[in-house]
């Protein structure tokens, strides 16, 4: 994937970068109460839905800051031009 398609993807879908991190946060919380001994026969369940949720939040948040990164980047290069 070329730097051009990456800068597309993270600048101007920024609402999937969102959409990722709430999907992984819900993982997330879900897999961390499947952790609770009420839930023991989910525990496996439980730790798939951890690590995918915390994979989820990292693939978002890593996206939105090369979005802010690209942002910045061009707003010092418009005012540099000027």
């Known amino acids: 994937m070329s730097l051009v398609n990456v800068r597309t993807l993270v600048g101007e879908y920024g ?3 969102t959409i990722v991190g709430i999907t992984g946060n819900v ?3 879900v897999g961390s109460v499947l952790f609770f001994k009420e839930f023991d026969r989910f ?3 439980g730790i798939w839905m951890f690590v ?3 994979f989820c939040m ?3 948040t ?3 800051a090369l979005g802010r990164l690209y942002e910045r980047r ?3 290069s418009a005012i540099t031009a000027d």
Do not use: M
């Open 74 to 76: 061009e707003k010092e």
């Open 43 to 45: 525990y496996t369940f």
């Open 15 to 17: 609402h999937i970068h």
């Open 27 to 29: 993982l997330f919380v």
């Open 62 to 64: 890593l996206g939105t």
């Open 52 to 54: 995918l949720g915390s």
């Open 58 to 60: 990292l693939i978002g």
